[in-house]
């Protein structure tokens, strides 16, 4: 057990070197040649709280040419009021698209692949976006930046989760989220999030996502399969980091989708649900090992412990240098208890994940906003039932 220890213990400590050298630099303005016709595309399916926040975020863009496309199942959809209101203000900037219910697909996909009917001739990059996020005002300009200089094909962000709500089920998620916030952004390693993705019309029509994403259940993890398949450069620049501020409603909720992501991971991108597994595997098992030795006395069990909080603490030290970079006193005051409690929810967490995990190996049906689908393959998708909004 001694040698597993150590081994643990090297890994938290690399996580720690990990986080404080994704700090360096952090928080640099995108370099900007030119601003090429940006179409950004939204699909929504209600009004969330977070979706009055999330469009005061898009139209305040430090980004001067661009245009927003919603897209939505039904026109009985609550976000439509303010998606019309958000059209009188800026007119011809801002297009709705009635999608229609999905058949054999995700509704989501089913939107995304009806809002493509909006695109216009100036429209040279396309970004797409989740109705339940924050953007910096130069979101839309790191997201361009390296498109445009033509140093990637896609270009793509992760998300920081800002505790909404104050439950136990909240801190557990946003504890889960924090590791894939601050991973290394490595090519090889990288994977497209659709709360954030962009690439170039071109390169979109070359790869002909749209007939890819055709009965499919997941926009993004389709496309990080043939993205991948085809070569193409995914970057993700760590200033692509918007602010989700979520609300649980328990911890089967946070079960239910943490296990429906690694359904989708393990059926879009196998290998990399191998990896992902054996790697929430190892991190749960180092956890439980040093809990275990410490309790029977294990002589190194304590020490690793103890030093394994040390690596959780300065993690989260890491953690705040990135807020305070990225938001400033605001960010930190809405992270800061998080980040203080972090620590001692790592362990948990780990175990929850590993869990979530291993749980979804099987798992075929999932129910995601309002609809149960099953999923046998990557478009072999049904819809089981529905409850619509409106």
Known sequence: MTAFLLLWLGAQVVSVIAVLGFCVGLGRPAARSREPGVAVIVAVKGRSIQFDPFAQSLFDQDYANYRVIFAVESERDPAVAAIEAWRQRFGDRVALVVAGLAADEGQKTANLRAALSGLAPRDEVLVFADADIVVDRNWISHLVAPLAAGDADVVTGFTWVVVGDGRPSTFLLASMSAGLSTFPRLPSLNAVW?????????????????????????????????????????????????????????????????????????????????????????????WLAAVAGAAMADPVAPAVLAAAFACAVLRDLGRGVLVARLWGRPGVAESRVFLLLNPLITPFAAVCNAGFAWSALLMRRTTWAGITYELRAPKQVKVLSRRTVG
Request: include cysteine; glycine fraction near 10%; charge should be positive.
């Open 194 to 286: 659709g709360g954030s993705m962009a690439l170039l019309r071109k390169t979109f029509e070359a790869l002909d996502v749209a007939q890819a994403w055709r009965g499919t259940l997941s926009d993004d993890l389709q496309l990080t399969a043939i993205a991948q398949r085809a070569g193409c450069r995914i970057r993700a620049p760590r200033e692509v980091l918007p602010r989700s501020f979520v609300h649980t409603g328990g911890f089967a909720g946070v079960a239910a989708q943490a296990r429906r992501w690694y359904m989708l991971v393990r059926v879009y991108v196998p290998m990399t649900y191998t990896l992902m597994l054996a790697g929430t595997t190892f991190l749960a098992a180092g």
